[in-house]
C-alpha cells in the first residue's frame, strides 16, 4: 500500500473507533522515519479555544524530534454521509511549513479523492519565499 493510502486509512480507523456515531474527524501524518501518528481535535466549551484536528500529532512529532513528511485529516457529517479530506487550514499550513515546503498534504477536491499536493503548490507565494537580509548603516 503506498503511503498516502495507508495515512487515509489510518485516519479513517480513529475516525471510525473513537467517533462511532454522529460527525467525526481525525488526521494522520507521517514522520522522515516512517512513524504514523494520529489525532483528533478536543472537544471544547469554548470555540475559541478549539485546536484543529491535526495539532496533536503535530506536537508528537515535535515531541518526537522527527520532521513531517506527509499530513491527511478526515471528516464526516455523520455515521451516514461520505468521508471527506480537509485541506489544511492556512494556520496547520504554516504549523506544517516548519517542516518546510516539500511536506505533503491531503487536498479536497471535486472529486474527493485521495489526493496530496506539496506545500509549496497550495502556496507559491508564500512569505518564506524572499530572503530578507537586514542591513545597518
Avoid at 467525526?24 to 522522515?32: H, K, S, V
Avoid at 478549539?50 to 515535535?62: D, H, P, Q
Avoid at 524530534?65 to 506527509?70: F, I, L, M, P, R
Wanted: proline residues 4%.
Amino acid at each position: 500500500m503506498n503511503i498516502e493510502l495507508d495515512l487515509y486509512h489510518q485516519a479513517l480507523s480513529l475516525l471510525k473507533q473513537r467517533y462511532p456515531d454522529g460527525w467525526g474527524g481525525a488526521a494522520a501524518i507521517r514522520t522522515e522515519t516512517g512513524k504514523i501518528l494520529t489525532s483528533v481535535a478536543p472537544e471544547v466549551n469554548n470555540n475559541a479555544l478549539a485546536l484543529c484536528i491535526e495539532v496533536g500529532a503535530f506536537l508528537e512529532t515535535y515531541k518526537l524530534n522527527e520532521s513531517v513528511t506527509h499530513c491527511i485529516c478526515v471528516v464526516r457529517d455523520n455515521e451516514c454521509s461520505e468521508i471527506r479530506i480537509l485541506t489544511p487550514c492556512g494556520i496547520c499550513q504554516e504549523r506544517l511549513r516548519y517542516w518546510g515546503a516539500e511536506v505533503k498534504v491531503g487536498v479536497t477536491n471535486p472529486e474527493n479523492e485521495i489526493l496530496f499536493k506539496k506545500l509549496y503548490e497550495l502556496q507559491p507565494y508564500h512569505w518564506s519565499g524572499i530572503a530578507c537580509e537586514k542591513k545597518y548603516e
